[in-house]
């Protein structure tokens, strides 16, 4: 009886899995990614469709903020600095936020991401960036509200919102030139002091040539002016392993008193009782 029982439980539970019911959103998610120049761009957003209604200034009201989409917050995301309307928007995410009017929009790009629909409670310390779009008028009718990223250029793209027979075209201006110069700048310089440091760390975590790995540390050494208690942590490490324990204990006492003046506990304490080890006789 009891194994009956325990058959019919889990034949039910099997059933109750299987019949969760999957149904068409009204607003389907969306993602889009593109590179403009040298930058990221990606936006994460709901289209809601007309479905026969009007939609500027009926079921989108002119002159009020709108969640520009449908459901949770539309994101922008932008992997450098951009230029929008002749200001700096920092580099990071964004919810996209609109007031609708009939010849222009206010755009707002707002910090926080996390709400459903509009905020709350709209705090101007939020904004990052606002700024005044005119609107266009199409020759055709979107159904579904899109979001696009068209008209790129090596220095620009448009960030376009579409819908019933509205286009509102965002231009932003990338850092290409900026960031292919510190590209190649970093490149023809060679390796810095976190290559070889990394470097270092990889031969002797692998405990490969610990030559190598010392002359690696003290190239990061000689390059980061700061001389990190960690580098001299890891040289002292290494220098330990080829057998040089004086060496090895002087490195520590220098880490040592990096990491006080840090107040790093953990590596004060590893550096004391490396200290004490390599000590003994």
């Known amino acids: 009886m009891r194994k009956i029982i325990i058959a019919l439980a889990l034949m039910i539970a099997s059933i109750t899995i299987e019949a969760q019911v999957k149904t068409p959103q009204p607003s389907p998610k969306a993602m889009l990614t593109q590179v403009v120049g040298l930058t990221d761009v990606a936006v994460d957003y709901s289209r809601p469709s007309a479905k026969g209604r009007v939609v500027f200034g009926d079921l989108v009201p002119f002159g009020k903020l709108w969640r520009t989409g449908a459901n949770a917050n539309t994101t922008v995301t932008f992997s450098e600095d951009v230029i929008i309307g002749g200001a ?14 009939a010849d222009n929009w206010e755009v707002i790009f707002y910090t926080d991401t996390d709400n459903w629909g509009t905020p709350e409670t709209f705090s101007d310390a939020k904004v990052a960036l606002k700024t005044n ?49 510190a590209s190649i700048e970093k490149a023809l310089g060679g390796p810095v002091a976190g290559d070889y440091f990394s470097s270092a760390q990889y031969f ?7 030559n190598k790995a ?9 390059l980061n002016k700061e001389k990190p208690f960690w580098y001299s942590r890891q040289k002292s490490l290494i220098q330990a392993k080829l057998g040089d324990k004086k060496g090895a204990i ?15 506990n953990d590596y004060v304490k590893m550096n004391n009782d490396s200290i004490a080890e390599w000590s003994k006789k």
């Open 250 to 264: 002087e490195t520590a006492k220098l880490s040592l008193a990096a990491a006080q003046v840090a107040k790093n």
């Open 133 to 181: 779009v005119k609107t266009e008028a199409l020759n055709r009718n979107v159904e579904s509200f899109t979001i696009s990223i068209n008209n790129l250029d090596n220095n620009f793209g448009h960030l376009e919102l579409s819908w019933e027979k509205t286009l509102v075209a965002i231009k932003f201006e990338v850092p290409t030139q900026k960031t292919a110069i």
């Open 214 to 222: 010392l002359a690696y540390v003290n190239k990061a050494l000689e």
């Open 88 to 101: 700096t928007l920092k580099k990071g995410k964004y919810a996209l936020f609109t007031t609708p009017n």
């Open 204 to 210: 002797y975590q692998s405990n490969g040539d610990m």
